[in-house]
């Protein structure tokens, strides 16, 4: 159930997942479940942390955000995805994922809102679909430069 485009030829992973959560259990559920996945995993445990890393790793295709041990961060993060060229895809992670806060997650442009405990299998699914349409996102981002250069 993973995506192929996270795997290049020789196999080697070249995605990763950043978990931003102040509850070291969630990282490792997350980990757990990421086990035998082509994706490695980052982890913060503050919105400061989480800025640091995504910002300068450009091989985090995925934020899995907790909405609860974190409050309030995945808007902050959200706001700062904006001006960045090919951001991440970021999934919200929470206890009481309802679809007040469904709804308000995507009209504000998170990927996916999951409810805790995590589901394996749909975990997975949505990270491959984010993780996709973050390195779509990335290599249209790139496109238009390489035919510029290529033009001379």
Excluded: Y
């Amino acid at each position: 159930m993973t995506s192929n485009s996270a795997i290049d030829s020789r196999g080697a992973v070249d995605t990763s997942v950043l978990s931003v959560s102040a509850n070291d259990e969630d990282h490792s559920a997350l980990r757990r479940l990421l086990d035998h996945s082509p994706w490695t995993m980052d982890k913060a445990r503050n919105l400061s942390e989480a800025r640091a890393l995504f910002t300068q790793n450009s091989e985090i295709s995925v934020i899995v955000c907790d909405c609860d041990a974190v409050p309030g961060a995945w808007i902050a993060i959200l706001d700062d995805l904006i001006a960045i060229p090919a951001p991440p895809s970021l999934i919200l992670t929470s206890r009481l994922a309802d679809d007040r806060l469904w709804a308000k997650a995507l009209n504000l442009g998170a990927w996916d809102v999951l409810a805790k405990p995590l589901d394996r299998l749909e975990t997975l699914r949505s990270i491959a679909c984010a993780s996709d349409h973050s390195r779509r996102h990335a290599k249209m981002a790139t496109e238009p430069v390489r035919a510029m250069r290529a033009a001379g």
